[in-house]
């Protein structure tokens, strides 16, 4: 079964002529209460139950649509959903900075940094760390750097980032008392 996609355009589209869409939205809480399309509802990536989700949309003929930021998270989860036995998973191309693009009903919240911006400084500090401890300490320090040039290039290749995936358990990446589930079937996240 390969993966489907849609246009922001076209999900609009939809929208505005009262079509019903389901739309998951697999970003952290923080990056989702930053902003998210309106009707888009929070199931972080990490915390994706897609047996539940497959159980509870067993025999449902509507197509499940799945966002991130630009699509590549995004991607990953619709893979995982359709290995576990959905139908019909729809990954929005472009994420949800296609969507704002496009027109689509946005909310807005407090500003956060991005999971793929934060990923870019830990990468980026722990090369350096690296390189100045391996100059000024002890050579074995430069293995650091080579650590991490590794697994960019494994990130690059699989498109899955092993450090992304601990940065969106960090604290500073949850956001607590805002009636945001991790199940399929809570609504969606409010914007505070």
């Known amino acids: 079964m390969s993966m489907a996609t849609i246009s922001p355009t076209q999900l609009h589209e939809m929208t505005q002529a009262g079509q019903e869409v389901e739309l998951i939205d697999v970003r ?17 990536l990490d915390r994706l139950d897609t ?15 799945v966002i991130c930021r630009s699509g590549s998270r ?3 989860a619709c893979e995982k959903l359709l290995g576990a036995g959905c139908c019909k998973v729809v990954n929005v191309e472009g994420g949800t900075m296609a ?3 496009a027109g689509l009903p946005m909310v807005r919240g407090r500003r956060a940094v991005s999971l ?11 090369v350096l760390v690296g390189a100045v401890l391996g100059f000024f300490v002890h050579p074995y320090w430069i293995a650091l750097s080579a650590f ?8 690059g290749v699989t498109d899955t980032c ?13 956001v607590s008392g805002n009636g945001c589930s991790g199940t399929a079937s809570s609504a969606s996240c409010s914007a505070k």
């Open 148 to 155: 991490v040039g590794a697994g960019l290039v494994f990130a």
């Open 116 to 126: 793929e911006r934060q990923v870019r400084i830990v990468a980026g500090l722990m």
């Open 28 to 44: 952290t809480p923080v990056e989702f209460r930053e902003v998210h399309v309106a009707f888009a509802r929070n199931i972080p």
């Open 51 to 65: 047996a539940r989700i497959a159980a509870e949309r067993n025999g449902s003929d509507q197509p499940l649509y």
């Open 74 to 76: 995004g991607k990953q």
């Open 99 to 101: 969507c704002e693009q």
């Open 162 to 174: 092993g450090m992304g995936l601990m940065l969106a358990k960090m604290p500073w990446n949850q």
